[in-house]
């Protein structure tokens, strides 16, 4: 296998094959109890699928599990090609795939702005194909939608957060705005990770910009 550079997304075609069964992966939340994947074909009845990439996903899974009307939180690999990739492929820069955190919220108890809030405000979504001393692919800023409201709300909130870092002297945001593909949940060890291991950390800096209050 010849080393790929591991800040650049690699073509379809040139991405690993990966395997058709999905991997072994937990099948309740750690600190919920509840089943971690969905009840039926068409996902959890009146909940929502909302889908992030803000560098190492133990850390973002963390804060959203907190959240209010959060009824479960999974991380895994998203944005790529390789079907059912492992962590180490995800690693190696070939696979195409982000790390990423899959919440599925209840509508009515929290909004899925109040979500892309904390995403902005959470990770630095200026740095490109890393963040922080994490450098990679799958470190990558990123926001994967499943409809065509969230689509709006992100790519509005993007341009509302763009001018505020703008205003404060940064840069341009390279975040990742597009349809969420397939979901590939990661190894059992990965799901809930700081709740197993209270002694790891898993540091996220923002800009220190506070996300500016909703345009009417």
């Known amino acids: 296998m010849f080393h790929w550079n591991r800040k650049e997304i690699p073509a379809a075609d040139e991405a690993l094959a990966g395997r058709a069964d999905p991997i072994p992966t937990a099948k309740t939340h750690f600190v919920s109890g509840r089943d971690l994947h969905p009840p039926a074909l068409d996902g959890w009845p009146g909940l929502e699928r909302a889908i992030f990439g803000m560098g190492c996903f133990w850390g973002p899974e963390r804060l959203l599990w907190t959240l209010p009307g959060m009824h479960i939180t999974a991380v895994g690999y998203g944005g790529g090609h390789t079907p059912n990739p492992t962590y180490e492929e995800v690693c190696s820069g070939r696979t195409g795939h982000n790390e990423v955190v899959l919440a599925v919220f209840d509508p009515d108890r929290i909004d899925y702005e109040d979500l892309l809030e904390l995403f902005w405000e959470s990770h630095d979504p200026t740095q490109g194909m890393r963040q922080g001393v994490d450098i990679g692919t799958q470190y990558r ?76």
């Not at 341009?159 to 341009?172: C, T, V, W």
């Open 141 to 216: 800023s990123g926001i994967y939608v499943t409809s065509d409201r969230q689509m709006k709300q992100a790519m509005d909130s993007c341009a509302i957060y763009q001018r505020a870092l703008h205003e404060a002297g940064h840069g341009r945001i390279t975040t990742e705005i597009r349809s969420a593909g397939p979901f590939y949940y990661a190894e059992e060890y990965h799901q809930q990770f700081l709740a197993k291991n209270p002694s790891r950390s898993c540091g996220h800096g923002g800009t220190g910009i506070a996300f500016p209050d909703r345009l009417g």
